[in-house]
C-alpha cells in the first residue's frame, strides 16, 4: 500500500506554498510547524522571514492566512502574538488518516521508506571467543538491534557485521594446553548448552592460565603456538577453531535469550581480515598516510597528543612485525567500501573508545577509503551502572555476568506475571513465555529509552515495574486494548469520520499520526530512545483517553465502533514501535 502522508505534513505543504504566494523571495523556507498547547500546531517562521523582509511580522502572517488553503484539513486557523500561526486541525482529516493508515495491511501503517535509501554495515555485538559475555555487552548487542531493525524497515540494505575477538597471543596457551589435553573440548554426550560450552571454555581457560604463570616450559612452548596460529599452521588453525565452535555456541545460546537473530555468515571476527593486514599497512605507507617511527607503522595527527605535549600516533604495526587493532579495523573499512560496497559504516562501540575509532576514521579518510560520499561513524554508547551509581558489579566487586542478569530479569518478570496470572486467565506455559518476554523487554527498555551516549542505572525493581517508563507499562498497554476488544463481542472497530471527536481522542489520534515521522527520523539519527519516548507518550496518552472516553460502553454504536478503531490502531502501533526495539507484546497480560 502507497504511504501516508502525514497531517503535519500536510499542513507545513500548504504553509509552504502561503509563504511563498505572500513572499515569493521565502520559496522553499521552513514554516517552522510545531505542536502547540495553545492549538494542535504552531508556526513559527513567518517571524525570521518578516525580519529579513523588513516586514511587520504580524502583517505577515495575517497575509500568509488569507493565501492558505486547505480548508479539508484544518478546522480553525489563527494570528497570535507577533506573528504565531495557531492551527487546529478538522476532526474528520484526523479520523481520515488514522483510517487510511489503519488501512495498510503490511504492518507499516502507512510509513513511507527513507527518499535515498543506501548499504550500511552495522559493526554491533562483538563478544570474545572463550569469554563469558558481561553486562558490559549488553549495551552494544541491544542497540545495534533496533538500529538494525529500524534500518530496515525504512529500506535501508543493511549488513550486519559481528566483529568478534578471536584471535590474540592469549591463543597460544589455549592452543597448546588443548593440544596436550586434546579431549577437553569433546562433546561426549552430542550436542551441549551454552552454559556447558562456556563452563568448558571457562575450565580450560582457568586450568591453562595457571599452567602458563607456573610452568616456563608450557610458557615456552605456548608462545611458540601464538607464532605457529600467525604463520597459519594448518594443526594450530585446527586447535583454534575449536574455540571459535565452542565459542559460538555460548554466544547464540546468549543472543537467543535476548531475542536477538545472530546469523553464523554475520560473524565476522579479527581473524577474518588478517590476509589483508600487510596489504592495509603498504597502502598507508606507499601513500604517505603512515610513517615508520622507532620501528614502528604509525598515524600521527596535530590535534592529538599526550600529557607530555607530544603527538599521540595510531600504531598500525608494531615495530616487531605485529598487527594492532588499528590494522584490523582499517582492514574492515577496506572491505566493508570496496566489497560490501557500502556508503555508510555504523559502529556501535563503547564510548571509551571513541578517540580509537576518532584516529582510525580519519586515517582512512586520508587514505581515501572514506570520504563525503562514504562516511564512518561511532554510535558511542556510556556504561551501565549500579544503583549506587558506580560501574554495575557483582557483590564480590566482578563483573556481572550477562546471563545471570538476564535469568535473573526473566526470574523478577515472571513473578510479576504470576501475581496477575489468575485475573487474566493465563496457563502455566504462558505465565512462563510472558515472564520471558517482560523480562527481556524491560532490559532492553531499560537500556533503549536511555540516551545511547548516556550512562543508566540498571535497576531490575524499577525495570519490571507496571507504573512509569517502562517496558511493562508498554506491554500491558497493548495487553488491555486486546482484552478489551476481545470484550467488544460482535462491534468491530470501525472509523467514522462524520463524528466529533472528544479532546482525548483528538489527543491520542494527533499522536497517532506522528508515527511515522518518529521513526524516519529515528532510523536517520540512530536514536532509539527518541522511538521509546513516542511510545511510552503515545501509553500515556491511551490512558487519558481510557479515562474520558468509555469505549464498550460509548454513547452510541458509532462512537464505540470509533473508539474501538482508535484503540486498535494504537495497539498495532504500539506493537509495530515494540518490534522496532526488539520487544514482544503479549496479547495477555
Same mark, same amino acid.
Given at each position: 500500500m502507497a504511504s501516508v502522508t502525514s497531517l503535519s505534513d500536510s499542513v507545513q505543504q500548504h504553509l509552504a506554498s502561503a509563504l511563498s504566494a505572500t513572499l515569493p523571495e521565502a520559496a522553499g523556507a521552513d514554516p517552522l510547524l510545531r505542536r502547540s498547547d495553545r492549538a494542535d500546531y504552531q508556526a513559527n517562521g513567518v517571524l525570521a522571514l518578516a525580519k529579513k523582509a523588513k516586514a511587520n511580522p504580524r502583517e505577515l502572517a495575517t497575509q500568509v492566512v488569507a493565501n492558505l488553503t486547505a480548508p479539508e484539513i484544518i478546522q480553525d486557523i489563527e494570528v497570535s502574538g507577533p506573528g504565531f500561526i495557531n492551527i487546529t486541525i478538522a476532526d474528520r482529516a484526523i479520523t481520515e488518516n488514522l483510517a487510511a493508515r489503519y488501512a495498510d495491511d503490511t504492518a507499516r501503517l502507512g510509513?513511507?521508506?527513507?527518499?535515498?535509501?543506501?548499504?550500511?554495515?552495522?559493526?554491533?555485538?562483538?563478544?570474545?571467543?572463550?569469554?563469558?559475555?558481561?553486562?558490559?555487552?549488553?549495551?552494544?548487542?541491544?542497540?545495534?538491534?533496533?538500529?538494525?531493525?529500524?534500518?530496515?524497515?525504512?529500506?535501508?540494505?543493511?549488513?550486519?557485521?559481528?566483529?568478534?575477538?578471536?584471535?590474540?597471543?592469549?591463543?597460544?596457551?589455549?592452543?597448546?594446553?588443548?593440544?596436550?589435553?586434546?579431549?577437553?573440548?569433546?562433546?561426549?554426550?552430542?550436542?551441549?548448552?551454552?552454559?556447558?560450552?562456556?563452563?568448558?571454555?571457562?575450565?580450560?581457560?582457568?586450568?591453562?592460565?595457571?599452567?602458563?604463570?607456573?610452568?616456563?616450559?608450557?610458557?615456552?612452548?605456548?608462545?611458540?603456538?601464538?607464532?605457529?596460529?600467525?604463520?597459519?599452521?594448518?594443526?594450530?588453525?585446527?586447535?583454534?577453531?575449536?574455540?571459535?565452535?565452542?565459542?559460538?555456541?555460548?554466544?547464540?545460546?546468549?543472543?537467543?535469550?535476548?531475542?536477538?537473530?545472530?546469523?553464523?555468515?554475520?560473524?565476522?571476527?579479527?581473524?577474518?581480515?588478517?590476509?589483508?593486514?600487510? !596489504?592495509?599497512?603498504?597502502?598507508?605507507? @606507499?601513500?604517505?598516510?603512515? =610513517?615508520?617511527?622507532?620501528? *614502528?607503522?604509525? #598515524?600521527?595527527? &596535530?590535534?592529538?597528543?599526550?600529557?607530555?605535549?607530544?603527538?599521540?600516533?595510531?600504531?598500525?604495526?608494531?615495530?616487531?612485525?605485529?598487527?594492532?587493532?588499528?590494522?584490523?579495523?582499517?582492514?574492515?573499512?577496506?572491505?566493508?567500501?570496496?566489497?560490501?560496497?557500502a556508503d555508510t559504516l555504523l559502529y556501535v562501540v563503547d564510548a571509551r573508545q571513541s578517540l580509537h575509532f576518532k584516529m582510525v576514521f580519519e586515517t582512512a579518510r586520508r587514505a581515501g577509503w572514506l570520504n563525503d560520499d562514504i562516511t564512518a561513524f561511532q554510535l558511542a554508547f556510556g556504561t551501565v551502572l549500579g544503583k549506587d551509581g558506580k560501574?554495575?558489579?557483582?557483590? !564480590?566487586?566482578?563483573?556481572?555476568?550477562? @546471563?545471570?542478569?538476564?535469568? =535473573?530479569?526473566?526470574?523478577? *518478570?515472571?513473578? #510479576?506475571?504470576? &501475581?496477575?496470572?489468575?485475573?487474566?486467565?493465563?496457563?502455566?506455559?504462558?505465565?512462563?513465555?510472558?515472564?520471558?518476554?517482560?523480562?527481556?523487554?524491560?532490559?532492553?527498555?531499560?537500556?533503549?529509552?536511555?540516551?545511547?551516549?548516556?550512562?543508566?542505572?540498571?535497576?531490575?525493581?524499577?525495570?519490571?515495574?507496571?507504573?512509569?517508563?517502562?517496558?511493562?507499562?508498554?506491554?500491558?498497554?497493548?495487553?488491555?486494548?486486546?482484552?478489551?476488544?476481545?470484550?467488544?463481542?460482535?462491534?468491530?472497530?470501525?472509523?467514522?469520520?462524520e463524528l466529533e471527536l472528544a479532546p482525548a481522542e483528538r489527543s491520542l489520534g494527533l499522536h497517532l499520526d506522528q508515527f511515522a515521522e518518529t521513526v524516519l527520523e529515528v532510523a536517520a539519527s540512530y536514536e532509539p530512545h527518541k522511538l521509546a519516548a513516542y511510545l511510552y507518550q503515545l501509553a500515556s496518552h491511551l490512558t487519558t483517553f481510557y479515562d474520558q472516553c468509555p469505549v464498550l460502553k460509548a454513547d452510541t454504536p458509532a462512537q464505540q465502533e470509533n473508539r474501538l478503531f482508535l484503540i486498535d490502531l494504537t495497539a498495532r502501533t504500539l506493537h509495530q514501535g515494540m518490534h522496532l526495539l526488539g520487544i514482544r507484546t503479549p496479547d495477555k497480560l
Open positions: 510509513v513511507p521508506y527513507a527518499a535515498n535509501p543506501g548499504t550500511t554495515v552495522v559493526d554491533y555485538a562483538q563478544p570474545n571467543v572463550a569469554k563469558e559475555m558481561h553486562v558490559g555487552h549488553l549495551r552494544s548487542a541491544v542497540i545495534g538491534d533496533a538500529v538494525v531493525q529500524l534500518l530496515e524497515f525504512t529500506g535501508e540494505s543493511v549488513v550486519r557485521r559481528h566483529h568478534i575477538g578471536d584471535w590474540g597471543t592469549q591463543f597460544g596457551m589455549l592452543i597448546q594446553y588443548l593440544d596436550e589435553h586434546p579431549h577437553e573440548l569433546d562433546h561426549k554426550d552430542g550436542e551441549i548448552t551454552g552454559e556447558q560450552a562456556m563452563s568448558n571454555l571457562d575450565r580450560l581457560y582457568k586450568t591453562a592460565r595457571k599452567l602458563f604463570d607456573s610452568d616456563e616450559e608450557f610458557k615456552t612452548r605456548a608462545r611458540r603456538r601464538v607464532v605457529d596460529l600467525q604463520a597459519g599452521d594448518p594443526k594450530t588453525l585446527a586447535s583454534w577453531q575449536k574455540f571459535v565452535d565452542e565459542s559460538k555456541i555460548y554466544f547464540f545460546s546468549v543472543f537467543e535469550k535476548l531475542d536477538m537473530e545472530v546469523r553464523d555468515p554475520d560473524i565476522v571476527g579479527e581473524s577474518g581480515y588478517n590476509d589483508m593486514l600487510h !596489504e592495509t599497512c603498504r597502502l598507508l605507507e @606507499e601513500s604517505g598516510v603512515a =610513517e615508520r617511527s622507532e620501528g *614502528a607503522l604509525c #598515524v600521527f595527527f &596535530d590535534d592529538i597528543k599526550g600529557p607530555d605535549g607530544n603527538r599521540v600516533p595510531l600504531i598500525v604495526q608494531k615495530s616487531d612485525g605485529g598487527f594492532g587493532y588499528a590494522a584490523t579495523d582499517l582492514s574492515a573499512i577496506r572491505d566493508r567500501v570496496f566489497n560490501l560496497k560501574p554495575f558489579k557483582t557483590r !564480590e566487586g566482578e563483573t556481572v555476568k550477562l @546471563e545471570d542478569l538476564l535469568d =535473573e530479569a526473566v526470574d523478577r *518478570a515472571t513473578a #510479576v506475571v504470576r &501475581d496477575k496470572a489468575e485475573k487474566v486467565g493465563l496457563t502455566e506455559p504462558e505465565i512462563v513465555e510472558n515472564g520471558r518476554y517482560v523480562g527481556i523487554g524491560a532490559v532492553k527498555y531499560a537500556d533503549l529509552s536511555t540516551s545511547a551516549v548516556r550512562d543508566y542505572k540498571f535497576d531490575l525493581d524499577q525495570m519490571v515495574s507496571l507504573n512509569g517508563d517502562t517496558s511493562v507499562y508498554l506491554q500491558y498497554a497493548y495487553a488491555r486494548i486486546q482484552s478489551i476488544l476481545r470484550k467488544a463481542g460482535t462491534a468491530t472497530p470501525q472509523p467514522h469520520p
